[in-house]
């Protein structure tokens, strides 16, 4: 975009780039100009065609919303949205009922929600409200106890903190604990992987001990087994790919593919350690001479701890162009963590996968 002629000493260039579309090259932007309403609306412009050309196409994604509304169509599942005070928390329900996912319940205090309703433009008489008080915990208690009810199949974060809402579904006598640890699993479509490929755990356990691991492992794979995913790949990650003392999860890897081979997961191929490098690319594990069935392929990662998870799931995000559903498990009925950062499309997918995993 460049202004008028009289204006064109004062004009500088730049090139810019989305870092969500790593595959698209940068582009020359106009800079500086001495006209700033023709600034402004020369930016504008440019910003919108480039958010419509580069907007990112996700369809492994959308074709998990699409067996997830095929399989609400017999009987649509009831997801209890808990304390959804704030205008992504109504728009995300009104996006879930439009998208013919489930019926969402709000559960959380009455006139609080319905202020949140009006604010997103959104009919609070569309949806079934379970009134409470206004502290986020008591809505997090009652939605608990619902779902041990069998009220509803499945939970969402609202606008109370993370903590808030697991504090509640990890209480040893009123909580949802299944026989296995909760652990949580995103599933990325990256545009340059071939497959969905499931991440875990990236956000529930900071330091996962071997046991710890073997439940991570055990849900995600459990998950995979609903996708229809028999004989899921599995790559446990390291910073090498050698087992060396000094480095824990070298050894906690070498553990786990013992236990698969004990047949501690029927059906699965769990091979480890990996690199990050070698787990995604085949080509990288032939460089370094490598056999492995997994390299390239991997339907699963395992991590080795929260840090490294949270940093490789945000950079998938923004830097590979991914997006991604996310989910906790082992617990008595599946469970969405959403962030304020997550876009729609995201909390949509969440939702879906919620649907199949139920």
């Known amino acids: 975009m460049r202004c008028p002629s009289r204006c064109a000493s004062s004009t500088s260039t730049r090139t810019t780039s989305d ?31 480039t958010v419509a050309e580069d907007r990112p196409v996700h369809p492994r994604l959308e074709a998990l919303a699409a067996r997830a509304r095929e399989h609400a169509r017999t009987a649509r599942p009831r997801i209890g949205l808990v304390h959804p005070c704030d205008v992504a928390a109504l728009d995300a329900a009104a996006s879930i009922l439009d998208a013919g996912l489930a019926q969402p319940v709000l559960i959380g205090p009455r006139e609080p929600i319905l202020r949140a309703a009006g604010a997103a433009g959104v009919d609070p008489a569309r949806f079934e409200i379970i009134d409470g008080v206004d502290a986020p915990s008591e809505s997090a208690r009652r939605a608990t106890s619902m779902a041990r009810e069998g009220l509803v199949g499945a ?11 697991m504090s509640a579904v990890v209480d040893k006598h009123t909580g949802l604990r299944g026989e296995a640890r909760i652990s949580h699993i995103f599933l990325f479509d990256l545009p340059r992987y071939p497959k969905l490929l499931g991440v875990a755990d990236c956000v529930v356990n900071i330091a996962p001990s071997l046991a710890t691991k073997r439940d991570i492992l055990g849900n995600a794979i459990g998950l995979l087994g609903k996708l229809g995913i028999d004989q899921p790949k599995v790559g446990i990650v390291a910073a090498v790919e050698t ?6 999860a070298t050894v906690d890897a070498q553990a786990l593919v013992a236990l698969a081979r004990a047949g501690a997961w029927p059906g699965a191929l769990v091979e480890g350690p990996f690199g990050f490098d070698n787990v995604i690319s085949a080509e990288a594990a032939h460089i370094k001479k490598m056999e492995s069935r997994v390299s390239g392929d991997a339907d699963l990662l395992l991590v080795p701890d929260l840090n490294a998870g949270n940093m490789l799931y945000k950079s998938f995000t ?33 939702v879906a996968l919620a649907v199949l995993a139920a």
């Open 19 to 49: 870092p969500r579309r790593p595959d698209r090259p940068g582009r020359f932007r106009a800079g500086a100009c001495s006209n700033p309403s023709r600034r402004v609306k020369d930016h504008m412009t440019s910003v919108l065609a």
């Open 155 to 165: 939970l969402m974060k609202g606008s109370l903190h993370t903590d808030e809402l």
């Open 243 to 248: 087992v060396n003392p000094a480095i824990p």
């Open 318 to 350: 923004y830097i590979g162009g991914g997006e991604c559903a996310g989910l906790v498990l082992g617990a008595r009925v599946p469970i969405v963590l959403t962030s304020r950062a997550d876009s729609l499309p995201s909390r949509i997918a969440s």
